[in-house]
Every structure is written in C-alpha cells, then in structure tokens.
C-alpha cells in the first residue's frame, strides 16, 4: 500500500471547515471561563466530554469519527435555522452542546489520522482560525457566518468524513498506527478536565476571584500529572504549547480591534499565520519559529503601544494584522513541537487535544489574580495590561528558545574521547 499522507489532507481539510459553523468563542478569551454550574451544564459538559473518551478509544476509525462530527454540527446548523426547539427549556442548549461535540469528535479524529507534524499543526491552527473568522464574543459575528454558508460549511465537512471513509475502504490511505492504551487511558480522564475549573471554583469556600486561582492552579497540576503520565518528553513541550494559546489571547483581541474587526484585513494575516506555522512543522523547525513569532509578538506589543504612542493611536489594519499573524504562527508552531513528541508515544489526539486546552484554560484562570476587568467599564480591558501580556509572551519565547537548545544539544553527536598516550 502506497503512503498516502499527502491525500490525508483533502478529506481533513474538508472536516476541519466544520469548526467554522461551530467554533468556541472563549477559546482566545483573556477572561476565565468559570461562571459556576447551572441546571443544564450536564449537557453542556457531558455531551463534549464523551465525545472526547468516545474519540481517544476509537482512534482506529478516524474516518468515522467525522462523519459522526459532521452530522453532529450539521444538526446544530438545521437547528439554528428551523428553530424547532426554540421554545423547549433546555433543548436548544442540548443541541448546541451535540455541535460542540461534533468539532470534538472532528479534531480527535483529524488527530488520528495524522502521522506527521504538519498536518497536526493544520488541524489546531484551524481551530483558531475558525475563532477568528468567525469573531471573538465582543464583535457582531452574525456578520461572518449567513445561514447559506453555514450550510454549505456543514456539508462539505460531511463530504470529507465520506471521502475519508472511501479512502480506508478502497485502500487509498493506509490506517494510522493505533494509539497506545495508555494514552486513551489518560485521554478518558483528560476528558473531564474542563469540568474540574467549574467544580473546584464552586465546591472553594473563597472569594470568587481566589477560588478562581486556585481552581486553575488544580487544573493545571492534573493537566500536568495525565501528561507526566504519558512521558515526561511531552510535559513540557505541551504545557508550553497551551501556555503559548494562553499568551496570545489578548495580542489577537488587540489585533481584531486594530483591524476595526474586519474579516478582509486581518483573514489573509491569519491564513498566512497558519501557512508559515504548517511549513515550519514539515521542515522540522516548529520550535524555532515559534520562539521567533512569541519574541517578535513581544516586540510588536511593546514598541507599537508603550514606546509610539498610546491604545487609541493604533487603530490601524496593518498592525492588526501583523499582531494577528504572529499570534497564530506561534500557536501553530508551538502545537506542532508537542505534536513531534506525543507521536513518538503515541498520544497525538490526546496531547494536541484534551491536554493542551486544559493547559491554556488552566494558565488564564490563573492570570487572573494579576487582572481586574470588573473594574473597567470599557469594552477592550486588556489595554490596560499591555505590559502583562508582553512579558507572557516574551516569557513563552525564553521557554521555546529553551527547548530549541536543549534540542540541538541532545542532536550534537558526542565528542569522540582522545586516544589514551603511553
């Protein structure tokens, strides 16, 4: 059987185009997500988290696994537009959970069936494209996405899970190597992480803002022990990785208000973004880059606001759109370094999945100690702490710089030993 990775990427790329009917808004929020637990949370979380244990044990049929998606998010976008559960308590709220569980079961499954960096790096940088294109919950995203397009998104999504399962079956793409027990293992558990910010923040007898803190810092000490677990190789890289989709978050707010919210000046940035993270991750360079997108988003931040002029001086689509392409070629590239290790054990749609999410939900409800955005009545908080993120980011390109040397050296063949003189 022939290697077909190369064909892989027409059917991925086609279930990815799902996340762009049903993206998560908070996934580059700057604000912590927890907000207690209400009555119909279950589905809200339990829909998502048993897409992700249903996903890491059939890993084997990845081409399933969207198809199933892309129905689940084609189901949310009928809703949306027929309505028919508007006036049932609860119903629409169930719905859109059973889309969000869709776009689980795509990226697992878009996971599983990439064998290489590259194509890992494309299936999460969409997953922020989908946030951009779509728009950040501060914007009239109803804008970006008219019901025919949304339809339209839904369907070609299904059609790549169908081509997907006419590759397995004809032959044309061999089977990924399956995923270790020990990762699904794992994975099972990484999929109620989510679920333990909203639980330790309501069971923390504290003031809201600590039980926040503290809620996150658990998160990302159990994060950090379901990685140990898998192999201390992919700790580190994905723990930076999602404290890289952390750091960026308030850089592509600032940017999307820089661009005045326009998808036509900062949508090419983005895509270029994306471009140049897949291209590192085929050249091997993934760490490089990113550590280089982190420090020049570092610079960017600080030299256009605190050194030029002040926030409302730099309302400009140019710098929007820079800001917004380094922002996604860091995430990119950052996910792809810990894509390289968890390949090695076996673990991609856990590591690139579950874990690193929890990792950049983790580090934000932390932040938030050093934050007070209740405080400010204006719409774009994060101007206030401009200084803050530009240190976060800076901080993310030391640790990638980091692993950059700690990668050459362990390449550097050993100094053969002198002869011994008589």
Known sequence: MRNTLGWLWGPVALALLALFVVSDYDLLSTNSTYSGLGKYDVARFGFPALAVIVGVWLT??????????????????????????????GASGIIASIGVAGTVLIVIGALSAAQDAALAALVIGAQVLATLFRGLDWLD?????????????????????????YGVRTGTTAQPEPMSRRAAVVGTAAAFLPIVLEA?????????????????????????????????????TTATAGFVLFAVAAPVNLGMYFAGGQLTTYGSAAVIGLGFGVLAARLGQSAVVA???????????????????????????GLGSLIIALAVAAVTSSAATAATEAIDLRALPVVAGP????????????????????????????????????????????????????????????????????
Not at 61 to 71: E, F, I, K, S, Y
Request: one cysteine or more; glycine letters at 8%.
């Open 141 to 165: 995203n109803l804008a970006f996405h008219p019901a025919g397009l949304d339809l339209a998104l839904a369907v070609l999504a299904l059609a790549g899970g169908v081509l997907a399962v």
């Open 200 to 236: 330790a923040g309501n069971l923390i007898t504290l003031p809201r803002l600590l039980a926040t803190v503290v809620a996150g810092a658990v998160l990302v000490l159990c994060t950090a022990g379901l990685t140990l677990a898998l192999g201390r190789s992919a700790l580190l």
């Open 291 to 317: 550590a280089a997108a982190c420090a020049l988003l570092a610079i960017v931040m600080w030299t256009s606001v605190e050194v030029t002029g002040h926030y409302e001086d730099m309302v400009q689509g």
């Open 60 to 89: 084997r049929h990845w081409q399933w696994l969207l198809v199933a998606g892309a129905l689940g998010v084609l189901v949310r976008v009928i809703e949306a537009q027929a309505h028919f559960a508007m006036y049932r308590p």
């Open 355 to 422: 874990l690193l999410l929890a990792f950049a939900l983790g580090f934000r409800a932390v932040v938030q100690l050093f934050l007070a955005y209740d405080k400010i009545p204006y719409q774009m908080p994060e101007r206030d702490y401009i200084p803050l993120w530009t240190a976060l980011a800076g901080i993310a390109a030391l640790v990638l710089t980091a692993l950059v040397l700690v990668g050459r050296l362990k390449e550097r063949p050993p100094a053969a030993s002198a002869p011994l003189s008589r």
